[in-house]
């Protein structure tokens, strides 16, 4: 008797249809290109999600008074959510959260050459 109601339930089991549900979700990534890097709103809302965000902005180099209007509203922007906006290199702007480490958010050419001073 066993052994029939174990057909029973392996017939029953065999009817049911199986729905393949999504196992790996992919994560979220974003891409600006120059025309949205112009405007500092979105990227500051990614900085206030958690995000730690770095921005080449080298193809603006050659256009100052863009860059300078940048970067000063990408200051404003960050110091109302109490972001850090460092320049990492000539062309990349780091802005960093204000939950990432510190010794992360110290990072900048002046820092890192004062390092290599030191060694």
């Known amino acids: ?18 729905k393949d549900e999504p196992k790996i979700i992919q994560p979220q990534v974003k891409f600006y290109r120059l025309s949205d ?11 206030k999600t958690g995000n730690l965000v770095f921005l080449n902005i080298g193809k603006i180099n050659p256009y100052p008074d863009r860059r300078k209007r940048f970067l000063t509203a990408l200051k404003l922007c960050a110091s109302e959510s ?14 960093i959260p204000s939950t ?16 290599k001073a030191g060694e």
Request: glycine content about 4%; aromatic content about 6%.
């Open 37 to 47: 890097v112009v405007n500092a709103e979105p990227i500051v809302e990614e900085v």
């Open 1 to 18: 008797m066993r052994i029939g109601k174990f057909f029973a339930q392996s017939k029953e089991e065999e009817s049911v249809e199986i």
């Open 100 to 115: 990432i480490p510190i010794h992360i958010r110290n990072l900048g050419p002046a820092n890192q050459k004062e390092r």
């Open 82 to 95: 109490f972001s850090t906006v460092r320049m990492v290199s000539e062309d990349t702007v780091m802005i």
